[in-house]
């Protein structure tokens, strides 16, 4: 499994901006699709946006587009997602997950993905 670490959680206020990060370790980077996640207090994990291996194709859930981009470096091991235009309702833990996988198709789900970070916290103030 490859070990996964997020940073770069906070406090905003509402219209502005933070990166999250997530630093990949114990496994070939390439080798794996990367999404993000978040779930807020009482609600059930939702997807957010996720990447291919390589960088080419990139997915979003309706709610962040526009907003949100997801972005990788494979030769540092790291994935990112820039946050802008937040907004209270973005509040919640963000995950970062990994699926070993090759293919261009992402599927937006939690359970296609196999290795997860322990989480960091957003808070967005109204």
């Known amino acids: 499994q490859v070990q996964l670490v997020e940073s770069g959680g906070g406090l905003v206020q509402a219209g502005g901006s933070l990166r999250l990060s997530c630093a990949a370790s114990g496994r070939t980077f390439s080798n794996y699709a990367m999404g993000w996640f978040r779930q807020a207090p009482g609600k059930e994990r939702e997807f957010v946006a996720a990447?291919?291996?390589?960088?080419?194709?990139?997915y979003y859930a309706d709610s962040v587009k526009g907003r949100f981009t997801i972005s990788r470096d494979n030769a540092k091991n790291t994935v990112y997602l820039q946050m802008n235009s937040l907004k209270p309702e973005d509040t919640a833990v963000y995950y970062c997950a990994a699926r070993a996988s090759k293919s261009t198709i992402v599927p937006p789900e939690p359970r296609a993905f196999g290795s997860w970070g322990q989480g960091t916290l957003v808070t967005v103030s109204s």
């Open positions: 990447i291919s291996w390589s960088g080419g194709s990139k």
